[in-house]
């Protein structure tokens, strides 16, 4: 099976259209989401938000179809995302949003934000406590968007559940293998969060399947160098499994990644992003530039590890700061940053829907940065709108 998939290294970009195409075109896309944002609730909204997308030259959607431990369809494998559940059961938003970019030529990638990371208080984990990773003191909580350690209620802190144990591989795999089936989606993506935070790795589970393997018991210092390398490889090897299943699938093998920059991602993700991409285990990368300033985005697009992807052939989009929450970045800004990395060939995918011209559209207002958004990408795409 390895073989195999470290095989289609050199040729990754042959023969996998429409992938492949994306060595001469580029992506001009959008991720969508549900929080904060009531675009999946409603049919109306999902056909008007595509229309316009469609209208204003974006070809590719990213619509989140797991976040907070919950899916936006009934699946077998997690619970349906709570307001859904209650108001609209049989929406399906994600195959709405198939359907509808589809009848107008343009891609959709299912978006699996939460990737291995779990509210603290999912059924999940109250029901398979071993499958959750831990630091060194036993501790597994962690505050993310937002939350605080010590004063947000468990529904809002996180945990990890562990990439080597085979029952989150079997439940992880099948959660992506579900939606890419019922849909007919162009590919997956995963993004940061399929990772295992540099911290963790001290559970009962992870510390005797170490020592199986090596003799020892795990390092106390979580930043060792060789601690760091096998637990790598067990993120590593959970992505080849995904890879055959989606291959055996013969529904899509196609994989789209969205890291932060390489250095913080492996430091502290242990997301080692530039193997996977020259071993052909992902077939595209938008790498995530949400550097305020036009400067550290620009440092941002120069890293070392973009530029090697880019001699290995392999399709590469920057994932741009459009708005979120009360962080908007005005149009100028916005636009200055999408044509810096069209000059060095990538293409732009804008994080999120709302920040484009919904609820953060800031003080300039939607139809300004609608307008401001279908100019640019005539001009800087123009020839490549709906390339698929």
Request: charged fraction near 20%.
């Amino acid at each position: 099976m390895i073989r195999r998939l470290l095989s289609l290294a050199a040729g990754v970009l042959i023969g996998m259209q429409p992938f492949a195409v994306l060595a001469q075109t580029r992506r001009v896309g959008v991720w969508l989401t549900n929080s904060p944002s009531p675009l999946y609730y409603d049919p109306r909204r999902i056909e008007k938000a595509v229309e316009q997308l469609d209208a204003a030259g974006f070809n590719t959607l990213y619509p989140n179809v797991w976040s907070r431990g919950a899916t936006f369809h009934r699946s077998r494998w997690a619970p349906m995302e709570p307001k859904l559940a209650a108001h609209s059961p049989d929406l399906d938003p994600i195959c709405r949003f198939t359907a509808s970019a589809h009848k107008r030529g343009m891609q959709v990638i299912p978006w699996f934000e939460y990737g291995l990371m779990e509210p603290a208080d999912a059924k999940v984990v109250q029901d398979n406590p071993d499958w959750v990773l831990r630091r060194r003191d036993g501790s597994a909580l962690y505050a993310m968007h937002g939350a605080d350690l010590r004063t947000s209620p468990r529904k809002d802190l996180r945990v990890w559940l562990n990439p080597a144990h085979p029952g989150v591989q079997s439940r992880f795999i099948g959660l992506i293998t579900e939606i890419v089936s019922r849909c007919n989606a162009d590919g997956i993506q995963l993004d940061d969060h399929f990772a295992w935070p540099v911290d963790l790795g001290y559970d009962d589970y992870t510390q005797a399947l170490y020592q199986s393997e090596t003799g020892q018991q795990p390092p106390a210092d979580h930043t060792n160098r060789f601690w760091m390398q096998w637990r790598r490889r067990k993120l590593t090897n959970l992505l080849i499994q995904l890879r055959q299943a989606l291959e055996d699938s013969s529904y899509s093998e196609r994989i789209s990644l969205s890291p932060g920059p390489f250095r913080f991602a492996y430091n502290t993700w242990l997301q080692d992003w530039e193997i996977w991409a020259v071993r052909g285990l992902v077939d595209e990368l938008v790498v995530q530039n949400y550097a305020y300033s036009v400067k550290g985005f620009t440092n941002d697009l120069n890293q070392t590890a973009i530029r090697r992807a880019e001699s290995w052939g392999i399709p590469i989009s920057i994932g741009i700061l459009a708005g979120f929450g009360g962080r908007t970045t005005p149009t100028t800004k916005l636009l200055l940053k999408s044509e810096l990395a069209a000059q060095r060939g990538f293409g732009a995918i804008y994080f999120y829907w709302e920040g484009l011209w919904g609820q953060y559209a800031g003080k300039e207002g939607a139809q300004q940065r609608r307008k401001a958004f279908t100019k640019q990408h005539a001009e800087l795409f123009g020839e490549q709108i709906n390339p698929f």
